[in-house]
């Protein structure tokens, strides 16, 4: 009978957190990042507007989503015109005041740096990439020693908004490397018809296990968050997702 009871009360429990959540918007903003997001007619399409959908139908939120640069995204979530930014990891935003929750991890990705294979690059370490010049994110940080170096020169630093445009110079040779994550570069590197036989990765950064970061103010949406990001990875309908842009 107290089992029953226990049972009963987790689902009301449930229950009210799906009322709550069906009551409420979350607006959302994110930057060009192929595949994850990818501007389209001014809108954005991608893994993470895929993965925010489901997410909306199992929780009963309506969650907005917009393009915008990198830096505004980080601005708008600091002013407060945004609740959510989908597809982050905590280590990224550590230079951030801003209070903030973040869901559990959903997907795993890891940046690597892309080279042209015949270049003969390599390295185990940042030292390795000193007086190279290596295509970034506009604005992106970059853990590992590789942002300090960034900001002293030790590397040179040339930031892109496009992931394509960091690809066609490293093709040119008018890059030495590019910082692209895994995803990133399977899908860049189709869309562009090059050879992947022809780049090769010099060096791996750390896994990188991807989150939602909510302001504080949203952290009773929490569990539900959480329920379905962990139903979403147990049934493998965030894997399709990754895939369905990898064919």
Request: charged content about 25%; some cysteine.
């Amino acid at each position: 009978m107290k089992s029953f009871i226990s049972v009963m009360i987790g689902c009301l429990l449930w229950v009210c957190w799906l009322g709550d959540a069906a009551a409420q918007t979350l607006r959302s903003a994110a930057a060009e990042w192929q595949p994850w997001q990818m501007v389209e007619n001014g809108h954005l399409k991608g893994i993470t507007p895929d993965i925010l959908s489901e997410l909306a139908k199992r929780t009963g939120l309506t969650i907005d989503i917009q393009w915008l640069p990198h830096k505004r995204v980080m601005a708008a979530f600091k002013k407060g015109t945004i609740d959510m930014e989908p597809t982050v990891n905590p280590a990224w935003r550590e230079s951030s005041s801003e209070p903030s929750v973040y869901t559990q991890p959903f997907f795993v990705t890891r940046d690597i740096i892309l080279v042209n294979k015949a270049s003969g690059i390599r390295g185990t370490s940042v030292e390795d990439f000193y007086g190279l010049k290596v295509g970034c994110g506009l604005g992106y940080y970059y853990p590992e020693g590789f942002q300090e170096a960034f900001n002293r020169k030790d590397i040179l630093r040339e930031d892109n908004p496009v992931s394509e445009t960091n690809l066609k110079k490293l093709a040119l040779l008018r890059l030495d490397g590019i910082i692209v994550d895994k995803i990133q570069a399977r899908y860049i590197l189709k869309k562009a018809h090059l050879n992947p036989a022809d780049f090769a990765t010099a060096y791996a950064f750390n896994p990188s296990e991807l989150s939602m970061r909510l302001r504080y103010s949203h952290r009773d949406l929490l569990p539900a968050l959480n329920t379905a990001l962990g139903g979403m990875q147990a049934d493998g309908t965030i894997d399709r997702i990754v895939k369905r842009y990898l064919r």
